[in-house]
């Protein structure tokens, strides 16, 4: 089963993720985390990256159709793969049906998660991820057992270069313009499915599977 999860930027695609990866076994492809591994490890592409991430601003298709290209080519999915932010603009939405051709891969389903923007703002700001293992929390909605301290592994949690009020606010405008257009891209081809996001990450999960008929 290969998934692609859309959605806004704080829509849950990595918390919905990460509960279909521990439930039926598949693999997670997040550009945004291939991103910050690149620019924790300061390897070009991650300085490359930083320059446009911490404004909010995309990285350029060519780099992440490139990136993406590359994690698909080890096929290395026995259960399948999520797109876990990918394809972000209709240029990369071309791109992988190419990519999928030429590696023998079919998506299996589009699913968007739908939230208010209100409610992503705030879903942002609270949000803190774990330096060392990168297991992500949010101050109001899933907190950490111990203030600043992951439950998992004991390590910092911090809060993300690109959710300063400024940048959250130029993610919100840059998906509005360039990665709204895909909605309707996918629902022009009959291929879209939209979840109401805004509800307990639960009951998203258990609208997912059930789309999903499994
Ligand atoms: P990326 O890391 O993909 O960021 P994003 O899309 O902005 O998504 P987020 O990780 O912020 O949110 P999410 O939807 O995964 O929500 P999450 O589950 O974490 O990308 C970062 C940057 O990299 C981009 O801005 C761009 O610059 C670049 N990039 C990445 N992909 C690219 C591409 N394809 N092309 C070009 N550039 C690219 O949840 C968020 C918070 O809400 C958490 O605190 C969580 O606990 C909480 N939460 C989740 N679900 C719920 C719920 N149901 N109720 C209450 N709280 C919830």
Redesign the pocket.
């Known amino acids: 089963m290969n998934i692609i999860l859309m959605?806004p930027?704080?829509?849950?695609?990595?918390?919905q993720a990460e509960k279909l990866v521990s439930k039926y076994g598949l693999v997670q492809i997040?550009?945004?985390?291939m991103?910050r591994k690149e620019m924790k490890e300061d390897s070009k592409l991650g300085v490359i990256a930083k320059f446009?991430?911490q404004y909010?601003?995309?990285?350029p298709d060519d780099i992440?159709i490139d990136i993406v290209r590359e994690r698909l080519s080890k096929n290395d999915f026995p259960n399948g793969f999520i797109l876990?932010?990918?394809?972000?603009?209709v240029v990369?939405a071309r791109s992988l049906e190419s990519l999928c051709k030429e590696l023998g891969f079919k998506i299996d389903a589009i699913i968007n998660l739908d939230v208010d923007f209100d409610k992503l703002i705030k879903?942002?700001s609270?949000?803190r991820v774990c330096r060392e293992c990168g297991a992500?929390?949010?101050l109001e909605?899933?907190p950490s057992k111990k203030p600043g301290i992951c439950d998992i592994c004991g390590g910092e949690l911090y809060q993300r270069i690109?959710e300063s009020e400024d940048a959250v606010k130029i993610?919100l405008q840059t998906y509005t313009r360039q990665t709204r257009p895909l909605i309707d891209y996918y629902t022009m081809k009959g291929q879209l499915i939209n979840i109401n996001?805004d509800?307990?990450?639960d009951d998203?999960f258990k609208d997912i599977e059930k789309c999903l008929g499994v």
Not at 9 to 15: D, N
Not at 56 to 59: E, M, Q
């Open positions: 959605g930027p704080g829509a849950g695609k990595g918390t997040s550009t945004g985390d991103f446009f991430i909010g601003h995309l990285v992440t876990d932010g990918f394809p972000r603009t990369q879903r942002l609270g949000r992500t929390y949010n909605f899933k690109d993610r996001g509800q307990s990450m998203v």
